[in-house]
């Protein structure tokens, strides 16, 4: 898909501030101030507005912040990326609240999804790494194999407290 432009809006949550972008097809994106790949999948600018998308997507964020357990169901999706980071990103979203699971997991769950033997943890980590739609598609719940924090595109800080903030224990 290319578009003329994307429609974006902020949002100040506890974790900082939040760029949100949306399309007529769904939410495109959900950076953290700062985070790696801010932007990186879409193929044109921001520019600032309301959307029903954006909309849907702030008042999930509000819910979520408030200690609510937000369902995914009333919000359109359209993360831009392969068919494999898809896969990926869709397994993301099946990770409850509270709970964590390991790269290793996740690519078992991908090869199999995939119908392949075997998933490299580490292209699944890319894919993880690479996830357009923070927060929303839970990439912070994905920890190391011994449980450690490991990477997040939002910074460990940032893990941190999404993961504290659902209730999960940290070593």
């Not at 690519?107 to 292209?123: N, T």
């Amino acid at each position: 898909m290319t578009a003329s432009s994307y429609v974006s809006c902020t949002y100040d949550s506890p974790v900082g501030l939040l760029t949100l972008a949306a399309a007529d097809d769904g939410l495109k994106g959900l950076w953290i101030e700062g985070q790696k790949y801010f932007a990186g999948t879409l193929d044109a600018p921001l520019e600032e507005g309301s959307h029903p998308h954006l909309e849907a997507a702030c008042a999930w964020l509000y819910a979520y912040f408030a200690g609510k357990r937000p369902s995914l169901d009333g919000l359109t999706l359209a993360p831009i990326g392969s068919e494999f980071r898809h896969v990926v990103w869709q397994l993301l979203c099946a990770i409850p609240q509270g709970e964590v699971r390991t790269y290793g997991q996740l690519a078992q769950q991908a090869a199999k999804k995939l119908g392949r033997e075997r998933m490299s943890a580490q292209a699944t980590g890319g894919a993880v790494g690479h996830n357009p739609i923070s927060i929303i598609i839970p990439c912070h719940r994905v920890v190391g194999s011994d449980g450690s924090l490991t990477g997040y595109a939002g910074g460990l800080d940032k893990k941190r407290a999404l993961l504290e903030h659902e209730g999960v224990r940290l070593p």
